[in-house]
């Protein structure tokens, strides 16, 4: 199997050392276990089999000399479990996240505080652009740390099997995160929103008149700051987000992709300066952000909500595809949850 040369990675607790087969007997302690096999084989595995898949993944699965592969996981210097970032020999744009832990590893956040340092670990390898990962649709501890990780649901299948596990019938589910990417139009750069975009918000929200339809006055600054900047900045995950966008060096507003939870659709919005409007900018933006949605991300629906009153935003999201379904009464998230509003429904996708 020879030496690896992956990059040793670290979090706050968690040591991630590259694997070798000096670690097969931790491998083949923690495949023994049952429960921690149970979604996997439904009963301990063998030390042989524990071999034959460790053969596989240090070789046809590895591939150290871009950085992708397995690491062995260390709290304090005890093994805790293994995490990957995985080679796919069929596709170099795909790495594969995973990750098994020791009992005594559960409840404690160490599997999703280490799939996001391999995740993040293989969107700086070249041409990695997708990271995936699959379970059983009914292990449900697994899907949890996947989704905060930052991965999203992107299929669900139903395998045939010599042997099904129980819940084999609920089907195999697949996750996925896409590299944060700039997008880019005509005319518009739409970068993923940064905290060193914090100024140019605070200046778009200073404007009463680009909320009108919204909350119908300006926003302070530390509203901005304390409330909708983390917001928008936790967005950013899977592919999906808030992008601001600049024609030229000018900031104009920004557009965004909010995920909804457990759901394969997000919303749809944007915001653009005065300056912006009147310009097709709104529409051109918001086209780069639905191709991205539907053909990168891969979502089966896209939603937007706007106030009955904006005719402008219709006519927008009109252009953009999506339908009008119908009326909405929208409450807004603490502290704002004083406000309602009476808002269109407008929906783009197969499940609208």
Known sequence: MGGLTLPELTTGRLRLRPASE??????????????????????????????????????VRTDAGRGLGYWVGEVDGAFVGWWSASSFADDDAVAGLGYRLVRSAWGRGLATEGAMVVRDHAFTVPGVGRVVASTMAVNTGSRRVLEKAGLRHVDTWVGTWDDPLPGAEEGEVEYAAVRPVVLTTERL?????RPDHAELLVELDADPAVLHHIFRR???????????LPRRLAAGVGGLGFW???????????????????ARSAEIGYRLRRAAWGRGLATEGGRALVRHALDVVRLERL???????????????TKLGLRLVGPQTDRFPPPHDDLERDDLRYELGTLG
């Open 244 to 262: 601001a966008g600049f024609e030229g060096e000018e900031f104009v507003g920004w557009w965004c992709l909010i995920p909804d939870d457990g």
């Open 218 to 228: 300006a926003l302070a600054r530390e509203e901005v700051l304390e409330t909708f």
């Open 22 to 59: 000096a670690d097969l007997p931790s491998f083949e302690a923690l495949n023994g276990d049952p429960e921690v096999m149970r979604f996997v084989l439904g009963r301990a595995a063998t030390p042989e089999e524990t071999r034959a898949e460790w053969r596989e993944r240090l070789t």
């Open 303 to 317: 939603w937007a909500d706007t106030a009955r009153t904006n005719t402008g935003s219709q006519q927008v999201l």
């Open 189 to 193: 750069r739409l970068e993923p929103l």
